[in-house]
């Protein structure tokens, strides 16, 4: 089983190694699900390859971050299927939406380079100007 993410961070196709196997694809999902409080999908548009080995998804995400954060973005999911089970998934999504969202995943603020914990420190100053955040 493979789970690879071919489109991150500053947009190359190398940056992120693929999950191999159950336990390195259920660590990925784990480590995405600490990220969001909600996750659905919707508009949902499925095509099956001629012999149903490769599906192809199209569909909108609708989450809310850990942080009540509304985040949208859109997505092709790539299904191999062998003997009725995955064996390969490909994602790919909007990486500036990725980007905008969760800067601090990715150690960059998007808006102008500075370091993640800058732009966390201006996002909790925007939601709340009388509180302080302070970044462990």
Not at 34 to 41: D, K, N, P, V
Not at 48 to 73: H, I, K, L, M, W
Not at 85 to 93: D, G, L, N, P, R
Not at 104 to 129: H, K, M, N
Request: proline content about 5%; overall charge negative.
């Amino acid at each position: 089983q493979t789970c690879a993410l071919p489109i991150l961070s500053v947009g190359g196709g190398e940056d992120e190694e693929p999950a191999h196997g159950r336990a390195a694809f259920g660590s990925r999902l784990g480590a995405i699900s600490e990220l969001m409080r909600s996750a659905g999908f919707t508009d949902r548009r499925i095509t099956a390859s001629a012999d149903n080995a490769t599906a192809f998804v199209q569909t909108r995400g609708d989450f809310v971050t850990a942080d009540g954060r509304p985040y949208r973005n859109v997505y092709v999911f790539r299904f191999d299927w062998r003997d009725g089970k995955i064996v390969s998934w490909e994602e790919y999504a909007n990486p500036i939406t990725i980007l905008r969202t969760f800067p601090e995943v990715y150690g960059i603020c998007w808006t102008d380079s500075r370091p993640a914990d800058d732009c966390l420190q201006d996002r909790f100053a925007a939601a709340d100007p009388g509180q302080s955040a302070v970044l462990t």
